[in-house]
Nanobody
Framework: DVQLQASGGGLVQAGGSLRLSCAASGFTFDDYNMGWFRQAPGKEREGVSCIGNSDGRTYYADSVKGRFTIARDNANNMVYLQMNSLKPDDTAVYYC?????????????WGQGTLVTVSS
């Protein structure tokens, strides 16, 4: 079965950085686009960033462009999200997801998520 274990969340001050990691298993990792989405209380789910399976094409939401960087390691079935210059509006539960669509808006599977809290 598909497993996506996200880690690396925590409490950080505005302007700080965090690196999220996702360990994937149970499927052929390099066959799928991977991504991260987030869910904040009272807000809609937002596709934050995605990365293509073969060409490594990346997508970033406008809200994180220039601050976040996504990467994948196909040899070790890992996905990373480096988050810099964090803002209080980035506070949310971040989910690692597999089988992202081209627009990073729908996802086939996701894990339990990791909480990121940015204090002002």
């Amino acid at each position: 079965d598909v497993q996506l274990q996200a880690s690396g969340g925590g409490l950080v001050q505005a302007g700080g950085s965090l690196r999220l990691s996702c360990a994937a298993s149970g499927f052929t990792f390099d066959d799928y686009n991977m991504g991260w989405f987030r869910q904040a209380p009272g807000k809609e789910r937002e596709g934050v960033s995605c990365i293509g399976n073969s060409d490594g094409r990346t997508y970033y939401a406008d809200s994180v462009k220039g601050r976040f960087t996504i990467a994948r390691d196909n040899a070790n079935n890992m996905v990373y999200l480096q988050m810099n210059s964090l803002k209080p509006d980035d506070t949310a539960v971040y989910y690692c997801a597999a089988d992202a669509d081209y627009y990073c808006s729908t996802f086939g599977s996701w894990g339990q998520g990791t909480l990121v809290t940015v204090s002002s």
